[in-house]
């Protein structure tokens, strides 16, 4: 009895000493998350911080309620769809309503700030100067055109203070070398000097001083006015710029602001974006058509050609097929691009020698995208191979066996008997190749780079760009870095490959249902 009780205990104890620990969990992992919310919304990121202080309620909510337990083992998951998928979908498309790039990058408060730092040197009352130590301290000895001017001891962390200066000569302590003052700069940039006749100078240079003034003076209104010439800027909440009054002019750097459809308009009716555009779009159709269509063929073809029982070695032949598989697909792409080399690749030097031919692969758009199509055909044929090899073993020999003995030959089996089996769960299979092939920037970035380059346009745009890398380029590699742009295009390129993915996923299941049907 005494023994049962004390197991009974032990195992009250356990429990507890379980439960506590799973409340300790649940705590610290609540409070990493709430104190991340609280850093994002300090480092100004609202919006992320949003995020993760809502997973961080759905967190403590899911898993301190018995009634939510069955809950707990998918919050993560959806966590992480909205997270790592939803929110940089979401926040990818509404760039596309903004006019964000390299010009736009900032708040308006922060640009405000940027124009009020701005300063006019007043050239009349520049003087070099020179700095020499005192012991911990150091002073400043300001020249001027008949004497100099010896200033108040100053410390290297001084901030924001202004010594006096007064008419003598140079001290006898030690002065400091060029590389010794440079080490100062942040000390000297703090400080101002106040010479006798009331000229206050701040550091101008690594080599000079002189009277500074504020170049934009701020109107309650929110308007800038120059000292230089009186022009007045106004902030103009439309283009996220402000504005000269004047000329017109928009005055970097600007703020990102919501524009509307603005970009979507301006790649409609801008003949330099549409042009290559609508270019682009149809050469990325056909390079996915033909990269799942050659792809599909060419490893159906091996994959039957395999199984040929007569054939001996397969396992040889298999294991070479699947090797452009298994080598990562950049090192293959890289090493294609060395042996398509116009002037040194291998490619050319065998036709040369052969057919007397020196294709131009980097410079001829034709020729280059016939190269993109080439190697991509080399790189996804095993896919399909292995697919296809899963597939043919899926079809019942019964099946053959019974058309060979009615006099079937072996072309006409296949394509009665084989392929209409093997085609309804190759589908699926094919419309993801094509959605793949569609963005498939790595393979143009790293082979051609979207070269050559389509005369005539006002972005960057390449003959074999297709719409990912046309994208890419737009955001990353123009001169504006246009995310704003680029976010409307990835919103159309998304619509585009949703309509064309379900149009051809039910085009073929239709085609795939009438060859069963006869």
């Not at 929110?87 to 390299?102: D, I, R």
């Not at 270019?279 to 996915?288: D, G, H, M, R, V």
């Not at 020729?367 to 296809?388: E, F, K, S």
Request: with cysteine; charged share 15%; net charge positive.
């Amino acid at each position: 009895m005494t023994s049962l009780s004390s197991e009974h205990a032990g195992q009250i104890s356990g429990f507890k000493f379980q439960r506590l620990l799973t409340v300790g969990l649940l705590i610290a992992v609540f409070t990493v998350l709430f104190y991340s919310a609280f850093l994002l919304f300090l480092g100004n990121q609202p919006v992320v911080g949003l995020l993760v202080l809502i997973v961080a309620v759905c967190f403590g909510i899911v898993f301190s309620t018995k009634r939510l337990y069955a809950h707990r083992f998918i919050l993560p998951g959806i966590a992480a769809v909205l997270n790592f998928i939803a929110f940089p979908v979401g926040y990818t498309v509404y760039l596309g309503f903004t006019n964000f790039s390299s010009f736009n990058l900032l708040s308006h408060e922060r640009v405000r700030e940027i124009h009020l730092a701005k300063k006019i040197v007043d050239q009349e009352t520049s003087r070099g100067f020179s700095v020499w130590q005192q012991g911990d301290t150091y002073r400043l000895y300001i020249t001027g055109k008949e004497n100099g001017y010896l200033s108040e001891p100053f410390e290297k962390n001084v901030t924001q203070h202004t010594i006096i200066a007064e008419a003598g000569p140079m001290p006898s302590t030690e002065k400091l070398s060029m590389r010794d003052t440079i080490k100062l700069r942040k000390a000297l940039g703090e400080i101002s000097v106040q010479l006798p006749d009331g000229v206050i100078l701040k550091n101008s240079g690594l080599r000079k001083f002189a009277a500074q003034m504020p170049e934009f003076l701020e109107t309650p209104e929110g308007v800038l006015i120059s000292n230089l010439d009186g022009s007045r800027l106004f902030p103009n909440s439309e283009t996220g710029f402000y504005t000269n009054e004047m000329t017109g002019e928009h005055v970097s750097p600007g703020w990102r602001v919501y524009i509307g459809l603005a970009n979507f308009k301006r790649i409609f009716q801008s003949e330099g974006i549409r042009a290559p555009m609508f270019s682009i779009f149809l050469w990325t159709c056909l390079f996915a058509l033909l990269s799942v269509g050659l792809t599909f063929i060419l490893g159906l073809a091996l994959a039957v050609t395999l199984q040929w029982p007569h054939l001996r070695g397969k396992a040889v032949y298999r294991i070479l097929l699947i090797l452009p598989y298994a080598v990562p697909a950049f090192i293959s792409i890289l090493i294609f691009r060395g042996l398509f080399n116009q002037n040194f690749g291998e490619i050319n030097m065998i036709l040369n020698g052969l057919f007397g031919i020196r294709p131009s692969w980097m410079t001829d758009g034709g020729m280059a995208r016939t190269m993109l199509v080439i190697v991509n055909v080399w790189l996804g044929y095993p896919y399909m191979m292995l697919l296809a090899m899963g597939f043919l073993q899926s079809v019942p020999e019964d099946h053959k066996k019974a058309a060979t003995l009615e006099g079937a030959s072996a072309l006409l089996i296949f394509r009665k008997i084989t392929f209409p089996q093997i085609l309804p769960p190759f589908l699926p299979l094919l419309v993801a190749s094509f959605a793949f092939n569609f963005n498939n920037i790595v393979l143009v970035l790293l082979l051609t780079r979207g070269l050559p380059d389509i005369p005539g346009t006002i972005i960057p745009a390449g003959q074999t760009d297709i719409l990912g890398s046309f994208t890419y380029r737009i955001a990353f590699q123009n001169a504006g870095q246009e995310y704003g742009l680029a976010g409307a295009i990835t919103l159309i390129i998304f619509v585009i490959v949703a309509a064309l993915a379900y149009a051809n996923f039910v085009a073929m299941r239709r085609q795939a249902a009438k060859r069963a049907a006869s």
